[in-house]
Structure formats: C-alpha cells, structure tokens
C-alpha cells in the first residue's frame, strides 16, 4: 500500500495515478495511518504549511522513524523540500535525503512551465514534465544521484529508498514515475498496453476524485 | 497572449489552483502581517490596503492597492501572492501582471470600474479567481478565462451565512444540471445565464471543473472546516484573521483544521484559547445597496 500525505497540496492527482495503474494507495493524515505502507509521497503545496501540520502533530517525527525503519518516500515539488537536508535561508523539515534546495525557483507563476525530457532509469521514451512554481536542487549530496537535469537545474534524483523530483508527474498523462516508485515500493504496476501514458487523462481527471459531498454528507 | 480554456497557460494556472487545495488564503495588509501568515501556514497570501471590514466601515472607492505595498509583500514572503483588481478594471489587471505576483482576484469587495463587464481574463497569461454567488456566475466566469473560483459570500462582516448560501446555490445547480435530460440543458442553461460548453463540461464532471474555495465572512476554525464539508476545495480568510484578538493564534488554528476538517476532535482543539473573533454584522442591518455580493454578474 502507498501512502499520500493529505494534509494540503495535489492529493486526489497522485491517488489517481496509481489508481490507474492499479496500485493500491490511499490517504494518510494522521499517525496510525502510516503503519502497513510501503511508500509514502509527499505531494505537491506549499511546504511552509506542510511542513508546519507535519510538525504540530508529531507526523514529522513519525515519518522519519518509518523511512529509517525502510518506507520508501517520494516527494514532489513542496514534497522535495520536505524531504530536503537544506533549504536556502529557511530550517529544514524532515531531512531525509541530502540535497540543497532553493525555493521557488524558477520566479512567480508567470515562470511555470511545460518541457519534455527522457529520464532513461523511469521510461526509454520522452515524457512531459510540469513545473509549477517549482523549486531546484541547489546541492546534491554523496550517495545521491541524478536523474535529470531541466534548464541547468537539478530536477530530479534518488538515494536508497528515497525519490525526489520538482516537477509533477501528477499533473501530466505520463504514469511512468509512479509506476517506477510503485516498483521501488515492491508493487507490480499494471502499465497500459500502450505504454506509460495514459490516454484516458485529462487535465480535470483529478476533479473525479473531488466530488461534492454525497447525500449522506452531514451537511 | 491568448489563455483559452484549452491553453497550456490556462492548464498551468488552473494547476497552480489544484496545488492550494486543502489549504487558508489570507488577506494582509503590510509586510509583517504577510511573514505572520506564512509563518501560520497560509498557502497564500492576499495583498491589500484595507481589509474589506475597513472597506466597509470606512467606504469611498476601494481600488486597487498601491503597487509598492504589493511589491514588499511579494519581496517578504516564498508563496504565492495573490492581489485585487476591480471588477471589469483590466488596466489594474495588467499593472498586476507587469507586477508577476501569481494571482489576480477580480474582486467585488473593491468598487467595480465596469457595471457590464467583467475583465475577458484569456487576454491574461496571469492566473484569475472570481467570486461567484452560484452555478450561472461561476460558469460565466470559467467562461472569461478563470482558473479558480470562490464563493463571494458577504466579505468583512465575520459572518458566513452568505458564503453558505452561495455554496449550497453551486452545489445544487450542479446537482440539477448532471440530472437534467439533454434536452432540458438549454433552456437550464437560459434560466440560470450558464454558457452552453461550461455545463456540459459540468455535467460530464459533477462539479466545477476548476479548483473552487470559499470566500466572504469566515471567522472561526469552525466556519472553515464547515465549508469544507460543504464541499470547497479551500479556503480565503478575510478580515476574520487579522481583525481578531490573537491572528497569529487564529491564523495556525483556521489551517489546521480546514486540514482535519472531517476531524471534529481535531478541529475543537483547534478552535480552543483563540481570544475574541472579528465581531461580527447580521446580514439584516446590511442595506442592500451597501451588500459587496451583489456586485458584478
């Protein structure tokens, strides 16, 4: 079982994705619920406030001592941030993988962007990429690797059970990220005959898993 | 610059939207308020001169604030950095583009420049959020080229009456729209002014097809976890966190339980020791001339 952290940020996106490549996953918000996973991603939002929720209820401490204990993590955009050693001018959060980072790097909104890059150790072909408000990987600490550089940045790397990308695979049709952590984690993700990207996506894909709330709501 | 419905660009901002879900907007008015509301947990920050209790209290012209005060704020603080144009005012709108903060709120708490029109955002390569009091406004809106949309619910008067109202309105047009044989869309669409490709994207969904929040009155932890579980995929905090005893206090409580809203254990200690809230206006003693909902279309 893979885990997302639900606390703020691209939740229903990465549930979605392993969704479909028939992976179970499911949210994590609070302690108990980071038992039985085998990998956790820490997706995409502002890492101030993540970082801040992760803090306050004791899931920061948790979640370093099931990552020393061999839960493979993940993280995404803000997610990279969380996991980082450093973090220009800011304290650092969970300090799990020994990278520098500079936060929200490439300028405003007006700076987000779409490219495509192949990332030979996730898939052989190209795959599109999303950077939103993204930040870069300033240092890249021994025992960590590189597995692509975008516009002279770090944009994404891995150390023993631990993956790091600024981009949103999320966010794109591709599957083939989620399917290689899905892999790391020790699951079999069942890729579509037609390769890792998935034809069926849309851009508003993730609105199927943000109904309105049923007639049961309270509400 | 063309940001169509269809546009990478508009894809962008629109994703940009998905990655503040779950998360507090909040309005500031000067640099040390912004560094607090980051500090609290904000996955946004709101520049503005007056918040809208002051607007309200104070009246005259409320227009755009003044470009160095937006500049500092987006100088002092990491995430995003939203400001307010006037409704129909599409010259703020390119000065707050010239500025590259991260999000343009058309907003009916500042004096509309236009009675007809609101500003055609797929000019824009900037992000858009509008105030919507239901399914037609929202619709018409997305039409224009936002990204994102909130209720407008009645701003600077701590009371979420409003925004209520328009939530349950949008939840339940949608609800009529996905249930309506085809051939009953359009005169739905005629009655509720819904633009013809937006409710059929609606009814293919069931919702909006973009991130939408709640806005307008929201003063307690409780306020945010209730519009959460009316359905909005976040929240704005007005006056209500400035304008309150202790808003640094205040401030971390609202993010935590809009985060635990389905918590009601997590969301009372949240809302325990907060000090005084925002005093708050019944919606009677509003005239209706002086209601800022009412304004746009």
Redesign the interface.
């Known amino acids: 079982m893979i885990g997302i952290l639900d606390l703020q940020g691209g939740v229903v996106e990465h549930l979605g994705h392993f969704k479909r490549l028939g992976v179970p996953a499911r949210r994590v918000k609070t302690l108990e619920e980071l038992d039985t996973l085998t990998g956790l991603v820490l997706p995409g939002g502002e890492s101030t406030c993540l970082g801040r929720l992760l803090r306050i209820f004791g899931l920061d401490a948790a979640i370093r001592r099931r990552a020393a204990a061999g839960l493979h993590m993940w993280g995404t955009c803000a997610g990279t941030i969380l996991l980082a050693n450093e973090i220009e001018g800011e304290t650092p959060h969970l300090r799990l993988l020994d990278i520098t980072v500079r936060r929200n790097a490439f300028g405003s909104q007006l700076d987000s962007f779409n490219t495509v890059a192949t990332v030979p150790e996730v898939a052989p072909k190209p795959v599109p990429l999303t950077f939103i408000r993204a930040p870069v990987i300033t240092r890249v600490g021994p025992g960590v690797r590189v597995l692509l550089e975008v516009r002279g940045a770090t944009a994404a790397v891995t150390a023993p059970g631990i993956l790091a990308t600024i981009f949103h695979p999320e966010l794109t049709p591709t599957l083939a990220f989620h399917a290689y952590f899905a892999r790391q984690c020790g699951l079999t993700p069942l890729l579509p005959a037609s390769g890792p990207t998935d034809p069926a996506w849309s851009p508003e894909a993730w609105t199927q898993l943000a109904p309105l709330p049923g007639p049961a709501a309270s509400g | 610059m063309c940001t169509s419905p269809q546009s990478?660009r508009f894809?962008?901002?629109?994703?940009?939207a998905?990655?503040?879900?779950?998360?507090?907007i909040m309005d500031v008015t000067t640099v040390e308020q912004a560094l607090i509301a980051?500090?609290?947990?904000?996955?946004?920050v709101m520049a503005l001169e007056r918040v809208p209790s002051d607007i309200r209290k104070q009246g005259g012209v409320a227009r755009m604030s003044a470009p160095e005060l937006i500049k500092a704020i987006?100088e002092a603080v990491?995430?995003?950095?939203m400001a307010k144009a006037r409704i129909g005012h599409f010259v703020e709108a390119q000065l707050l583009?010239a500025l590259?903060?991260?999000?343009i709120d058309e907003s009916e708490v500042l004096t509309p420049a236009d009675e007809e029109c609101h500003i055609d955002k797929t000019k824009f390569?900037?992000?858009f959020v509008c105030g919507a009091r239901n399914l037609g406004e929202a619709a018409r809106r997305i039409a224009e080229g936002a990204a994102m949309i909130r209720t407008k619910g009645e701003a600077g008067t701590g009371n979420v009456v409003e925004a209520v109202r328009h939530m349950r309105a949008m939840?339940r047009e949608?609800?009529q729209l996905t249930s309506l044989p085809e051939e009953e869309v359009g005169p739905f669409c005629k009655t509720n002014g819904v633009p013809l490709e937006v409710a059929r994207?609606v009814r293919e969904?069931?919702?909006?097809?973009v991130v939408n929040f709640a806005a307008g009155g929201l003063a307690t932890p409780a306020d945010a976890a209730?519009m959460m579980?009316?359905?909005c995929?976040g929240v704005f905090v007005g006056s209500g966190i400035f304008k309150s005893a202790d808003p640094a206090k205040r401030a971390?409580a609202i993010?935590?339980a809009?985060?635990?809203f389905n918590?009601p254990a997590k969301v009372l200690e949240a809302s325990m020791d907060l000090g005084e809230p925002m005093p708050g206006i019944e919606m009677k003693t509003i005239p209706e001339a002086e209601r800022l909902a009412s304004r746009g279309w």
């Open positions: 990478e894809r962008l901002n629109s994703q940009l998905q990655m503040l879900k779950g998360g507090v980051q500090e609290a947990g904000a996955v946004a987006k990491t995430i995003p950095v583009e590259k903060i991260d999000y390569a900037i992000p939840n949608i609800r994207q969904l069931g919702r909006l097809p209730l579980q009316l359905g995929d971390r993010v935590k809009t985060a635990y918590d």
